[in-house]
């Protein structure tokens, strides 16, 4: 009975090791977004890599609007790292050069004209 419990034990650990690096390599963080001026997107995203790149779906009924990139640090201000502006007739993507191991976040920025953008974005990192 013990000697089973160890090989479950074993197996597991095993399995972690194997299926946690393989789903860091696959980081994706699909956001909804419908916002007025500004919005941050969920969470902070871990480089894997040296590019985090993206796409957006729709714009609503505004005609433009940004997402900017920030390095994100525990005791300091986070650091701005860039931003991509987009329009209707503009590039639906986004690329943002990235070091592998550091924390981003990401913000979605317009003017303040009352009107929303609402759609949704995709971050690949």
Known sequence: ??????????????????????TAYAAVNNVSYDFKHMVAVNGKMNATKGILSGSVSNWGKDS?????????????????????????TGNKKFSYSVTKGKSYCAEFWKNQNGKYISGKASFSY
């Not at 009975?1 to 393989?22: E, R, T």
């Not at 609007?65 to 525990?74: A, C, G, P, Y």
């Not at 005791?75 to 209707?88: A, E, Q």
């Open 64 to 88: 433009s609007f940004s997402v900017k990139l920030f390095e994100h640090r525990v005791i300091l201000n986070d650091i701005y790292k860039g931003g991509t502006y987009f329009s209707p």
């Open 1 to 22: 009975m013990v000697k089973n419990l160890k090989y479950c034990i074993v197996a597991v650990v095993f399995s972690m090791g194997i299926l946690v690096p393989l």
